[in-house]
């Protein structure tokens, strides 16, 4: 979910031509924000420390090797009491021992969620060009040595099942600075994909017994970039406005010619140009591959003035991904959400019934980004030979995904259909016969 304000309209009518790039921010970049990033990227500081969540940039600086690949930093969490991983526990800030059922307290921690400033960013990533392995992690509880997939930093040991968080500075340039933890179980989220299967008409019988193993049901952190932008765009287009124009014309009637007259909608049209300004606040971009786009983009809203700092302990127990649509991809799409609801201010702002927009450039200040982790409980099952998927979002429990059609119910419902019409026919022949 994301919040977009319409901002004071201006009297004054001369704008910059928009000579610069897109992402031109009209003010300074603050002192801040600028010492933050070049103190993350110095070569110097780029040793990652894995008790360490509050870092947002951080690039590999370990050259490639073909003798030994690099070696990530993980986060385990042992219970107190057997030695046993501890897990999140969904819905509280608990971590718990799946076998003696010892918990352990998630420190609140007083990390500020920061947002940063977007050119900077772009800029910070091309004077620096990493080189680096895919990361090897080390189970601590079986000493198994393994990679995960390159866009996942959190799962289970394939070889113990134990959970491993990987750290993920090592091959990604982005950390998450923030995320929603998981909000509802396992058990739940199987509820709600059970009643939304229930709504869905002409669905094979074969789906409502999907997921009935609730292991198949799987607890993933998904990457999300959210962006704020303040939008100036000018425009240039027509404005229509409907008239009535009254005609008179003739038709045959019972053989004889008479004049009729009818009332036809035309629309007068003139020119229009002028501005139009609005500021963006937290346009969720998901930044997976994983999952088709439309899947994702409809699990909104999400209560993200519920975010807190990142922090490992919420990972332990879930798979989790990294990035796999970059930054400037990311705001790639972003910028089209954008212009399409700026498109309907241009249209408000022209007025009259009808409106042509001719061209349209914007400029964007003052854009800042954050990067981010939301949860999902996810799931696939298999009907007529294909894989469907469908996620539950982990913290209102709304669910999205593809589904099937049975072709034998909707051949069933259009053979019922057409019997009853034609019952419908037949009695009303007999009823004139009568």
């Given amino acids: 979910m994301f919040i977009f304000k319409r901002k004071k309209r201006r ?83 608990h971590l718990v021992c799946e076998y003696c059922g010892h918990d352990s307290i998630i420190e609140e921690s007083d990390i500020r969620i920061h947002e940063y400033d977007f050119r900077s960013a772009l800029k910070q990533l091309q004077k620096n060009h990493p080189n680096y392995e895919q990361p090897i992690t080390k189970c601590e509880n079986c000493a198994a040595e393994f990679a995960f997939d390159e866009h996942i930093h959190a799962d289970e040991c394939p070889f113990c099942g134990t959970h491993i968080v990987s750290a993920t500075g090592g091959y990604k340039h982005f950390r998450p600075q923030s995320l929603l933890p998981f909000a509802i179980k396992q058990e739940q989220a199987q509820t709600f994909f059970h009643q939304w299967v229930d709504g869905l008409w002409f669905a094979p019988s074969s789906i409502k017994h999907a997921v009935k193993d609730k292991d198949k049901l799987v607890g993933v952190y998904l990457p999300y970039w959210t962006y704020d932008s303040d939008t100036d765009t000018s425009y240039t287009g027509q404005r229509g406005d409907h008239y009535q124009e009254r005609q008179v014309y003739w038709v045959n009637h019972n053989g004889r010619r008479t004049q009729q007259t009818r009332y036809v909608t035309k629309t007068r049209w003139r020119s229009a140009s002028g501005y139009v300004s609005r500021y963006f606040d937290d346009l969720l971009i998901g930044a997976t591959h994983s999952l088709p786009r439309n899947i994702t983009d409809n699990l909104q809203p999400w209560d993200l003035d519920k975010l807190v700092p990142y922090k490992s302990e919420y990972l332990s127990g879930f798979r989790s991904e990294v990035y796999q649509v970059a930054l400037d991809e990311g705001f790639e799409v972003a910028r089209t959400v954008m212009d399409n609801i700026i498109r309907t201010d241009i249209c408000r702002d022209i007025g009259g019934d009808v409106q042509r927009i001719h061209s349209q450039r914007t400029q964007h200040s003052d854009t800042t980004y954050k990067h981010l982790l939301l949860p999902v409980w996810s799931a696939a099952f298999r009907s007529g030979g294909k894989t469907y998927r469908f996620v539950v979002n982990g913290r209102s429990g709304k669910v999205r995904g593809e589904r099937p059609y049975s072709a034998w119910k909707i051949a069933g419902a259009v053979l019922l259909g057409a019997i009853i019409v034609g019952g419908f026919i037949l009695v009303g022949g007999g009823l004139e016969q009568y």
């Fill in 11 to 93: 009297t004054t009518r001369n704008i910059n031509p928009y000579q610069e790039s897109w992402w031109e921010s009209s003010r300074s970049v603050e002192k801040k924000d600028q010492t933050i990033l070049e103190q993350l990227l110095k070569p110097e500081s780029l040793n990652i420390d894995s008790k360490s969540d509050d870092s947002e940039f951080s690039i590999s600086s370990h050259k490639s090797t073909k003798d030994k690949p690099q070696e990530t930093l993980n986060r385990q969490f042992p219970c107190e009491q057997c030695g046993a991983v501890q897990a999140y526990q969904p819905g509280t800030e």
